[in-house]
């Protein structure tokens, strides 16, 4: 058995028996030169992180065009450094599974340290700002999922800790943005080096977003006189710190324990998924598919390696933002989460295998073709129509992909907005268009309602996948149970979800949508078995 902390220069025919491919550089080389000219931080080392941006890091070492590392920075959970990263020499084992039902096993190693960045951790804490106060230091890259970014409630209001972190000492920050912020100005104090923050989270506008988060931290600190005006001025000049936009897409499910059978099979030994007490799903693998786009506004005040000569696609804002809008808001992301919520709801555990329900394929070729194509900009760069056909045809029938609905369905509440409030803001703007013409987003936004009861179509009871807001929301609709069809009682249950403008970027009664996803609830809530029918009468 072949492990991937074997040296993988002298064991070379043994990873390459195992169907390996191996790095062309030394790590220990790139671990050296990242220590004096560290070059890529990258906040969140979870799976889209593994099997993505770290390929990416891996094409440029092996082309020459790199010789640093990437700098992981995890926030959220210690133990996906501690037992994940540190225990296998920083590296992890990407496989790709192809729709030919073949597998294609990388050995990465552009990770030269893993840090994990919170104040309990002073060691972390310290070493991160050390970094951020290096001038060679170009560009950050972000994956911590869009409820990372978040400094205010359900009602638009500062959290808790939002609030302590913008009255108290930087050295103090808690959230993820203040922690970034407090990065930011110790970089600005030791030399206001320039440097590029680049989001490639998966939602609209993200460079937007976290450029907003960090200003909202930074000009808190300054009314509370924490910080200067240069500070300010420091993080609004794109000439010295910019915020990129950016789109991202590929599929990269938690590790299959299917995967990890066959990596055994092929000789390789570290196949062990940790679930880690945070609920955490990460192995010293990962596994993705084949498809995949990264498009990046090439905004870089301290330079940037070839970013392009790994398969990026470097352009303007306005074409990334086209770009995203296709994929985030029509083309994909829409699609999965509606395929996630009623693959919940029908009693599925599995992505691929939904495709294969006419039904569930009505309503995502309806919503996608007849919905989102209409008033979707084609970007140029890539092909809506083709993009979509690529996802029915290749990508989501893909059974190597081991997806389910109920990884999809984490944290809905955050994704709604973009996910079709914008196209339903698209059809508010267009005077040649009615938004009360819309037929499959109303079904869908009712679904996601009939989800909240946790209970299936079976009138069984299951458990939804985490959501910040799930607690709230189900409060909401405590009074309503499977097969409850009194119009006052629903309409007292949703109206206070459906008029939130955080949660669908619109009240959907003052656009005249309330009402009708209100009587879709009804339909979908009758009983047992109609959700199905609901579907088969769309």
């Known amino acids: 058995m072949i492990s991937i902390k074997d040296d993988y220069v002298q064991s070379a025919q ?15 080389d790139i671990v050296a030169n990242t220590i004096k000219k560290p070059i890529w931080v990258h906040f969140g080392g979870g799976n889209l992180f593994r099997c993505f941006h770290a390929a990416i890091a891996q094409k440029l070492l092996n082309k020459g065009e790199l010789t640093s590392g990437i700098i992981v920075a995890e926030t959220y959970d210690e133990q996906v450094i501690d037992e994940i990263y540190k225990p296998y020499a920083n590296r ?12 294609q096993q990388t050995l990465l190693a552009s990770v030269a340290d893993s840090i994990y960045y919170n104040k309990e951790n002073l060691a972390g804490w310290q ?20 409820k990372g970014y978040a400094l205010t409630d359900i009602d638009g209001h500062l959290t808790t800790q939002a609030e302590s972190d913008i009255n108290n000492n930087p050295e103090l920050a808690s959230t993820n943005m203040g922690a970034i912020a407090r990065l930011l100005l110790a970089r600005y104090k030791a030399n206001a080096a320039p440097i590029a923050m680049v989001s490639t989270d998966n939602f609209s506008e993200n460079g937007q977003r976290f450029e907003d988060a960090i200003l909202t931290i930074a000009k808190g600190w300054k009314k509370n006189d924490l910080v200067s005006n240069g500070f300010i001025d420091y993080l609004e000049d794109p000439k010295q710190v910019s915020f990129p936009w950016s789109m991202i897409d590929r599929i990269t499910p938690n590790p299959s324990e299917t995967v990890a059978k066959i ?43 070839n970013l392009e000569d790994a398969g990026v696609i470097l352009t303007d804002r306005e074409t990334v933002n086209d770009a995203d809008q296709m994929k985030v808001t029509a083309c994909l992301n ?16 599995s992505i691929a295998a939904e495709v294969a329900n006419p039904d569930l394929v009505k309503l995502i070729r309806g ?16 092909n809506p129509t083709q993009f979509i056909n690529e996802l029915l045809d290749k990508r989501l029938p893909n059974k190597n992909i081991p997806d389910t609905p109920q990884r999809i369905a984490s944290d809905t509440s955050q994704k709604i ?30 679904g996601w309602c009939r989800y909240l009861l946790a209970v299936d179509d079976q009138g069984n009871d299951f458990t939804p996948s985490p959501d910040p807001l799930l607690k709230q929301l189900q409060n909401n ?9 009194d119009k006052v009682l629903i309409h007292e249950a949703l109206q206070p979800i459906l008029s939130n403008k955080q949660i669908f970027a619109h009240d959907l009664y003052a656009i005249g949508l309330g009402d009708e996803v209100e009587a879709l609830f009804r339909q979908l809530n009758v009983g047992p078995g109609s959700v199905a029918s609901a579907l088969a009468e769309l």
């Open 92 to 103: 992890m084992l990407q496989v790709i599974m192809k729709s030919d039902n073949t597998y």
């Open 334 to 349: 829409p699609l999965h989460t509606s395929l996630a919520i009623f693959g919940c709801l029908l009693g599925y555990d």
């Open 14 to 28: 043994q990873f390459a028996a195992a169907g390996v491919t191996v790095p062309k550089y030394q790590q220990a």
């Open 477 to 485: 609709l405590r009074s309503i149970k499977l097969g409850v069809q």
């Open 367 to 382: 919503l996608g073709f007849d919905e989102d194509l209409p008033v979707v900009r084609d970007p140029k760069i890539i």
């Open 417 to 446: 907005s973009i996910r079709y409030g914008v196209t339903i803001q698209h059809y508010l703007n267009d005077p040649t268009k009615n938004v009360k013409d819309l037929k499959y987003i109303p079904f869908i936004l009712a």
């Open 263 to 305: 990596l055994v099979d092929k000789g390789v030994a570290d196949t062990t998924i940790l679930h880690t007490r945070k609920h955490t799903n990460i192995a010293p693998f990962g596994n993705t598919e084949e498809v995949h786009y990264l498009v990046i506004e090439d905004s870089f005040p301290n330079g940037r390696p």
């Open 127 to 146: 070493k991160l700002k050390s970094i951020f106060e290096n001038p060679n230091l170009q560009f950050v890259t972000m994956s911590i999922t869009e």
